[in-house]
């Protein structure tokens, strides 16, 4: 069964800390996995799209990691800021099926000052 | 801001009661997907449409149904509505199936049902 596991639950850190959420997933034939960021009520926003080939990929202050061997990507924040306070979530899409995307349940992160 | 938009943002609807959602998807995007996120969970695939016709549809009963128009706007429509219904429900825009393609959500209608 494809799924995507997401670790830890919720994190909760200081203002200017790093900090890497984790992201294991069991989709076969792999096709690419997002990270989403996801504020409370609102829509998931796209932070970074990884394929087969690709290990890491920046966007900003967020850094991701991708291992196909393992099955396993990373999320890293840099400098947080009190706006990076939401919901991470690991999305995966299956070859033939791109578009179905497979979500995780998401890490909740809150960054106190 | 992603270009998707959703309406309704919130509605109330009680049991048994018939609802429709709309989403108008960002410019050129032929491909819209609707998913449901209840409280605290990540979304859920009810289906897809590719140029106006159904591409895949999740583990969702009939009374779930869609439609993609020429514009490729979208409309979930949900009937005997249950309590269980009550969820965040999000519309995704994309181009075409091609793998990396980005996908913009919009911001969702939240359903409660009571």
């Known amino acids: 069964k494809n799924q995507v596991e997401q670790s830890p639950q919720s994190l909760i850190i200081l203002e200017g800390k790093n900090c890497t959420l984790q992201c294991n997933y069991t989709v076969s034939p792999f096709s690419n996995l997002r990270w989403y960021k996801q504020d409370t009520g609102r829509g998931p926003v796209s932070l970074t799209i990884m394929t087969f080939s690709e290990n890491t990929k920046s966007n900003g202050r967020y850094t991701a990691t991708l291992d196909a061997d393992t099955k396993q990507s990373s999320l890293h924040i840099t400098a947080s800021q009190l706006s990076d306070s939401a919901s991470y979530i690991c999305?995966?899409?299956?070859?033939?099926?791109?578009?179905?995307?497979?979500f995780g349940t998401g890490t909740r992160l809150q960054v106190f000052p | 801001e992603t270009g998707v938009t959703q309406s309704p943002t919130h509605l109330i609807k009680t049991r048994g009661q018939q609802v429709t959602l709309r989403c108008s998807s960002q410019?050129?995007?032929?491909?819209v997907s609707w998913y449901q996120q209840a409280l605290g969970q990540g979304p859920q695939f009810i289906f897809q449409?590719?140029?106006?016709?159904?591409?895949g549809r999740g583990n969702f009963p009939p009374r779930f149904s869609g439609l993609q128009f020429p514009n490729y706007s979208s409309e979930l429509n949900v009937n005997a509505l249950e309590l269980d219904d009550s969820a965040l429900y999000l519309c995704a825009s994309s181009l075409s199936e091609s793998s990396g393609n980005t996908i913009y959500f919009g911001e969702g209608s939240w359903l409660t049902v009571v």
């Open positions: 410019s050129g995007h032929n491909t």
């Open positions: 999305v995966v899409s299956a070859f033939f099926n791109t578009d179905k995307l497979i």
């Open positions: 449409y590719y140029r106006e016709e159904e591409n």
